[in-house]
């Protein structure tokens, strides 16, 4: 699966995603996009965007993106705040459909 992680996200987080084609927004050349425009920009090159973002479904309509969202749900987005939620996370990720949002993580510290 093609997979894309946010600019928010540690890049270290790819390589906990083996098995997958995963690039970084900055790595694309999308560093500072509005989430719209990025979101338009994704449509045709991703099956899935990771972030933690977790205003973005309420921020944006999603009724037209064609990749499943994946969001972290942590108290900080630090590469060992994180790390525990990928083995979930590449569960996930084979599993999305087109125009999904999953929240993975926890809301309470």
Same mark, same amino acid.
Request: proline share 3%.
């Given at each position: 699966m093609r997979v ?5 996200l540690p890049r ?21 996009k509005k989430n ?55 569960? #996930?990720?084979?599993?999305?459909? #087109?125009? #999904? ?9």
């Open positions: 894309l992680l946010d600019e928010c270290k987080l790819k390589e906990s995603l083996a098995g997958h084609e995963v690039t970084t927004v900055q790595e694309r050349g999308w560093s500072s719209g425009e990025l979101l338009r920009l994704m449509n045709d090159s991703v099956d899935v965007f990771l972030t933690s973002d977790q205003n973005l479904r309420y921020q944006q309509d999603l009724r037209s993106i064609r990749y499943g969202i994946i969001v972290l749900v942590a108290r900080d987005n630090r590469l060992t705040t994180l790390q525990p939620f990928m083995p979930q996370v590449q569960q #996930a990720i084979p599993c999305m459909l #087109a125009g #999904a949002v999953m929240e993975i993580g926890s809301h309470e510290d």
